[in-house]
């Protein structure tokens, strides 16, 4: 017993003589205190949460007013040797039906909606399928092969549809969706960002082209043509029409119409028929380092104009041979595609 009561004894003196040792150190020596109140207390926030905050309200809002489009083009069928061997010499004058799929954006609320040209090209009948399944025969308002626009119309009113965003404000790195109808897989949504603006990747065959591509790593595959590429507030910011592919799919990087041309298309198409085109009347390129050298040029960044046509706008301006074109409206010329895209 009085060697329990000597243990606790000395085990209560110890601690007490620790604790006075550590009160001590912390009022004589004021580094220990100062760094004990400045450790912050870290507060976690889920980054995912908040990403998939705006990924599934943007999807969500936008998703309805996205549709199914369905073509049907006749083609001819050529007549082969077994056709002539083996009864059937009129093989050429039966028609093939093809079938044909893509998206539509339903941009008003009476069922206006944007398209690409070369998903309704040459078809004989159209259909569109909503979200909820329903389906309605289209009919073609207008169509602009230099920017691969089309415009289609629906009889139904009271319909979802999404407000096209300036196009002119999108940068580079920012969330963007892609909704559309990949391989008839209805109403799907990928997600990415802008990896570049002004792209221009020589797809569209007419001599005035508009090419000035949103290019997106948004996953985009056949029949998404047509479809929505929306910002994360849902907001419509292109139509899907390209992808970068060596096998048909996709393989990292697809591009879009900004929303601005399409703005333009729609207002010409429904006021006038057709799409009227601006031309100032010039031979432009792109600067290069051989350029700059071949024409003394001090400057690295902008539009070159090789000439100028007669009576032509730019001509009447005062604009001339080996000027360069760096800005229009306080919005910065680097490349001949975004010069094209302002004045179209």
């Known amino acids: ?55 599934v309200t943007a999807a969500e809002s936008t998703v309805h007013a996205v549709v199914h489009v369905k073509t049907e083009i006749e083609s001819e069928v050529y007549a082969t040797p077994f056709d002539y061997f083996f009864g059937d010499p009129n093989a050429n004058s039966k028609p093939r039906i093809q079938m044909g799929s893509g998206s539509g954006v339903i941009i008003s609320t009476d069922g206006y909606i944007v398209t690409n040209n070369h998903v309704i090209n040459k078809a004989q009948s159209i259909k569109v399928s909503l979200n909820d399944d329903r389906e309605y025969d289209a009919q073609i308002i207008g169509t602009d092969p230099t920017t691969d626009i089309a415009l289609l119309k629906i009889q139904e009113e009271g319909l979802q549809y999404l407000t096209l965003s300036n196009s002119d404000e999108v940068r580079l790195g920012q969330w963007v969706l892609a909704i559309g109808n990949p391989f008839n897989l209805t109403s799907t949504v990928t997600a990415g960002i802008v990896s570049a603006k002004g792209r221009d990747i020589n797809i569209i065959s007419d001599r005035s082209a508009i090419e000035s591509f949103i290019q997106t790593d948004a996953a985009v595959n056949p029949g998404n043509s047509g479809g929505a590429l929306v910002n994360t507030k849902g907001e419509l910011i292109g139509i899907n029409t390209a992808i970068s592919t060596h096998t048909g799919s996709f393989e990292g990087y697809s591009f879009a119409v900004p929303s601005n041309i399409v703005r333009k298309v729609v207002e010409d198409l429904l006021e006038f028929g057709k799409v009227q085109r601006a031309f100032i009347g010039v031979s432009i390129s792109d600067l290069s380092p051989g350029l700059i050298e071949q024409e003394n040029l001090e400057i690295n960044e902008g539009v070159y104009i090789g000439g100028t046509t007669t009576d032509g706008a730019a001509s009447e301006a005062g604009l001339q041979k080996g000027d360069v074109i760096t800005a229009i409206d306080n919005i910065d010329i680097k490349k001949s595609s975004q010069l094209q895209e302002m004045i179209g």
Request: aromatic share 8%; glycine share 10%.
């Open 1 to 55: 017993m009085k060697n329990l009561l000597k243990i606790f004894l000395i085990g209560g003196l110890g601690g007490a003589l620790v604790v006075g040792l550590y009160e001590t150190a912390l009022k004589t020596d004021p580094k220990v205190n100062t760094i004990i109140k400045e450790v912050p207390i870290i507060q976690r926030t889920s980054y995912n949460s908040i990403e998939e905050s705006d990924f």
